[in-house]
């Protein structure tokens, strides 16, 4: 982030409290699946940290460990940026999972009918077709994320009232690739100015997500609302 210091540190659920207490970093991203298990370890959460229930983001501050979730400012970023209306509007959200959490909070800001689609759940993945109208799709699962790139949990021919598809990425339709791991992923999520049924770890949400780390870093007074 900016002029810091960015490591990988590759931790077991038992080493957690220990490295987190006991280094000298000033803040920290967290990822799967440490979201959840990290805030016993933390001193306070920011509102939207404590109404999701998942960090992904760690600040030291005097001495306390401040837990902040940047997931839900990047995605909320997204949806602004893409020019959509959720709105009344139906948005099937697809998995369950921590990420999924994060988009249900966003789309319900914005008044969206947000549908969750599980593989064991009431709405799954056996009886999508009931949900052939909806308006906006965004994937949370793993399918799309290295090495599996490219792929989609769902067939999007099957949802013919889909606001918006990006044409600039033909093969890739409307899908955004988790984890980009070579300049032609990176490419083709800097062309998606508009994702509607991206993953929900896109690469503009994760730069957005990151962006928004790195001003809380450098010390707003107040770290999100």
Known sequence: LGDYEYRLYE???SELEKFLRNSDWDGINVTMPYK????????SLTPIARELGAVNTIIRR?????G???DYWGFRSMVDKSGLSPAGKKCLVLGSGGASKVVQAVLQKYDA?????SRNGT???GNLSRHSDAAIIVNTTPVGMYPHTGMSPVDLAHFP???LRDNTVPK?????SAAPESAEGIYFGMLKDAMVGANAHTQKALTLAARISRQILNGQEVILP
């Open 11 to 13: 931790k077991e659920p």
């Open 36 to 43: 959840q298990a990290v805030i016993p370890c933390l001193d």
């Open 62 to 66: 005097e001495g306390k460990l401040i």
């Open 68 to 70: 902040a979730n940047t």
């Open 113 to 117: 009918q947000v549908v969750v689609i």
């Open 123 to 125: 709405d799954n993945y």
């Open 161 to 163: 009232h889909l606001e």
């Open 172 to 176: 890739m339709d409307i899908w955004g």
